[in-house]
């Protein structure tokens, strides 16, 4: 940590990824593990000395699986599910070989594993979101091995005689995940998003949490800060004042949380499907206490990844019923399996080197070459469909043309399925989104990845994150020009990125055309509450003055001075 302190009273601004307020002083997450010198050799004994290091990766496992249980043991089933995936990590066959060849080149033990988590990490990084946002889990293995093998401290949360706010780079799973909350009163960290397992672990536990928030790490160990987790801000030094104030504040907004219960609409009456994103069976129950009105985004591919073969048809069909039970009369519009890119398979490897993964083969264009696996899921999804009273809805991944639709809508016809849609992702795709509109029943505007190809700015590149913001004009013109060409065809139009869970870029959504939103659970009852303070028309201005601004920051600023019920809500 740097020797210069953050001014006092300074405000910084992160993502806030998990509602609510906590104030105390900063505790910062141990010092990174050094590493190992780049020329360090073993003595000769390279079999003792793989032993040596598949010790430490076995051990550091095992300290993981009892993490896992220990958060089970007290209800966090996110945290056990988190922490067990760890687990198989440090336990990768693959690693294990990496790590063997390098020491039989001659590297020490830690060097070793250093070099080959070194590898691995750089394919997570370079893959998209999805999976770089494990960069962290991966890394916080590595730490623990090279630890056991130097022989210095274990990376990990300090101790404290009071409550606290958990100041790090980044955190890892095997920390938050056995964190007590009457401790931690809120995380804040330079790194990570809104998929990050610091964000998930944070809202599963309740506490208040801001990610991706600059200079963070340069506070002072001790210096009282006070966290708000739903406005993304830390306050430097507050006054008791400004404490009371906010927690005064944040109560006053649960108990408008409460309240704000019903189906999602505008204050006048425009009604605007609130729907949650889910990746399977777990997180159903979250979205019902959360009152989703059904799913927007059923992400398939938790039932793919880190697999050697496919999930078979029945345990396909099983995972698909139980969401669609869950929702009776409701819409769940499943995403068909997106894998290449930042969610490669071992089972559907691309045909060849991808310099740029996420311009290569992924998504539909994946399928295309694998017409078995669609076929298979797109059959599983009927059958589970078959005797519920959902309304099931089956769109494609990363489609570009009506040709691409044309296709999709085929073969949802040839399963069984009545209600294709695709996904619009690709600036192709939202510019002709006329000629999709005529294959497809609905859209479903995928925020994340329009604006990262919109703006040419990959997600994970920090130094790009002003390009990577989803209130980027161009992004906004863009969706306005789907959202006209399904109204004008008379088809539907959601947003299931996670611009939909921003309050104010909830209500610029509506007011551009947008006719649902889909989002984590957790952020449901803020959007609800925000639409339920504004009328259409508000929307729509805010929405026009957000395309007219030059800039994201201009644009977030000229909707937010339109929608004057934000205020209510704190934000």
């Known amino acids: 940590m740097p020797d210069a302190a953050v001014p006092a009273a300074r405000l910084l601004r992160g993502a806030g990824v998990s509602p609510g307020v906590g104030a105390g002083p900063v505790r910062v997450v141990a010092g990174a593990v050094p590493e190992p010198p780049a020329g360090a050799r073993h003595g000769g004994d390279a079999e003792a000395e793989r032993a040596t290091a598949l010790a430490a990766l076995d051990a550091v496992?095992?300290?993981?699986?009892?993490?896992?249980?220990?958060?089970?043991?007290?209800?966090?089933?996110?945290?056990?599910?988190?922490?067990?995936?760890?687990?198989?990590?440090?336990?990768?066959?693959?690693?294990?070989?990496?790590?063997?060849?390098?020491?039989?080149a001659g590297a020490a033990a830690a060097r070793a594993v250093f070099e080959a988590f070194g590898a691995y990490r750089e394919l997570l990084a370079g893959a998209g979101e999805y999976l770089a946002a494990r960069v962290a889990d991966l890394d916080d293995i590595r730490d623990r091995a090279v630890a056991r093998l130097l022989g210095v401290p274990m990376p990990g949360v300090p101790e404290s005689d009071e409550p606290f706010v958990l100041v790090a780079r980044d955190l890892a799973p095997a920390d938050t995940a056995v964190l007590d909350p009457a401790m931690v009163v809120a995380f804040v960290t330079l790194e990570g998003g809104p998929t990050s397992h610091t964000a998930i672990l944070a809202r599963t536990m309740g506490v208040p949490a801001v990610v991706a928030c600059p200079g963070c790490?340069?506070?002072?160990?001790?210096?009282?800060?006070?966290?708000?987790?739903?406005?993304?801000?830390?306050?430097?030094?507050?006054?008791?004042?400004?404490?009371?104030?906010?927690?005064?504040?944040?109560?006053?907004?649960?108990?408008?949380?409460?309240?704000?219960?019903?189906?999602?609409?505008?204050?006048?009456?425009?009604?605007?499907?609130?729907l949650a994103n889910v990746g399977g069976p777990q997180d159903v129950a979250a979205a019902v206490a959360n009152g989703a009105?059904?799913?927007?985004?059923?992400?398939?591919?938790?039932?793919?990844?880190?697999?050697?073969?496919?999930?078979?048809?029945?345990?396909?069909?099983?995972?698909?019923?139980?969401?669609?039970?869950?929702?009776?009369?409701?819409?769940?519009?499943?995403?068909?399996?997106?894998?290449?890119?930042?969610k490669p398979l071992a089972f559907l490897p691309p045909p060849g080197e991808e310099p740029n993964p996420a311009l290569g083969e992924r998504g539909l264009r994946m399928l295309r070459n694998h017409p078995e696996v669609l076929a298979e899921q797109l059959g599983a999804l009927a059958r589970a469909a078959a005797g519920t009273t959902a309304r099931l809805e089956v769109m494609a991944p990363m489609v570009t043309d009506a040709e691409e639709a044309a296709f999709f809508a085929r073969a949802c016809r040839d399963a069984g399925i009545d209600h294709p849609g695709v996904m619009i992702e690709v600036p192709a795709a939202a510019l002709r989104a006329r000629d999709l509109a005529a294959e497809a029943e609905f859209f479903s505007i995928g925020t994340n990845d329009l604006t990262q190809y919109a703006c040419a700015a990959d997600r994970q590149v920090g130094g790009l994150a002003h390009l990577q913001d989803p209130w980027q004009p161009a992004v906004l013109d863009l969706v306005a020009v789907a959202a006209q060409a399904a109204a004008d065809a008379g088809r539907p139009c959601g947003v299931c990125g996670e611009a939909g869970g921003d309050p104010a870029l909830a209500c610029v959504l509506v007011g551009l055309g947008v006719t649902s939103l889909s989002m984590g659970a957790p952020s449901l009852p803020l959007v609800r509450a925000a639409l339920a303070r504004h009328t259409l028309d508000q929307c729509r201005r805010a929405a026009d003055a957000a395309r007219r601004a030059r800039t994201a920051q201009l644009a977030r600023e000229s909707a937010r001075a339109l929608l004057p019920g934000l205020a209510e809500l704190g934000l």
């Open 217 to 274: 790490t340069e506070i002072a160990e001790g210096t009282r800060v006070l966290v708000d987790g739903a406005a993304g801000t830390v306050r430097i030094d507050p006054s008791d004042e400004q404490v009371r104030a906010a927690r005064d504040a944040a109560a006053a907004r649960a108990a408008i949380l409460e309240s704000a219960t019903g189906p999602g609409a505008t204050k006048d009456g425009h009604a605007v499907p609130l």
């Open 293 to 342: 009105e059904g799913v927007g985004l059923y992400r398939t591919e938790f039932l793919f990844l880190d697999r050697a073969a496919p999930p078979s048809a029945a345990e396909q069909e099983d995972a698909y019923r139980k969401v669609l039970e869950a929702f009776p009369k409701g819409r769940v519009v499943v995403r068909t399996l997106d894998a290449g890119a930042d």
């Open 61 to 104: 496992a095992a300290d993981l699986e009892a993490r896992a249980a220990r958060a089970a043991d007290a209800g966090n089933t996110d945290g056990r599910d988190v922490l067990n995936a760890q687990a198989l990590m440090a336990r990768d066959p693959g690693l294990a070989d990496a790590v063997a060849d390098k020491i039989g």
